[in-house]
Nanobody, 125 residues
Framework: QVQLVESGGGLVQAGGSLRLSCAAS????????MGWFRQAPGLEREFVAA????????YYTDSVKGRFTISRDNAKNTVYLQMNSLKPEDTAVYYC??????????????????WGRGTQVTVSS
């Protein structure tokens, strides 16, 4: 099992940027596909972005394409989510997740076994 801790959330005005980080420990980070999810009040947790073990493949939900970028540094055991051109509808608790895989991406929340506690992102209009 790998332990995950998110950081970098906060309050930002619409159009601004934030970079979320997720630090992993307790496992071989490079064996895990990583994902970012978010949950707004009263709504279900939704997929945001995913990245493969080596970082060569990424995938985004349509609403964040062109604005968010997922990346990872396996030497630092960290995955990032760079969020630009933020909108009020991006307001949510953001979670990172890890899935032990041989290859590929993991898109479904049900497939992830390891979750962080989340970091709040609030975008004001």
């Amino acid at each position: 099992q790998v332990q995950l801790v998110e950081s970098g959330g906060g309050l930002v005005q619409a159009g601004g940027s934030l970079r979320l980080s997720c630090a992993a420990s307790g496992g071989t980070f490079s064996n895990y596909a990583m994902g970012w999810f978010r949950q707004a009040p009263g709504l279900e947790r939704e997929f945001v972005a995913a990245i493969s073990r080596g970082g060569g493949s990424t995938y985004y939900t349509d609403s964040v394409k062109g604005r968010f970028t997922i990346s990872r540094d396996n030497a630092k055991n960290t995955v990032y989510l760079q969020m630009n051109s933020l909108k009020p509808e991006d307001t949510a608790v953001y979670y990172c997740a890890a899935d032990w895989v041989v290859y590929g991406l993991t898109l479904s929340a049900d497939k992830y076994d390891n979750w962080g506690r989340g970091t709040q992102v609030t975008v004001s209009s």
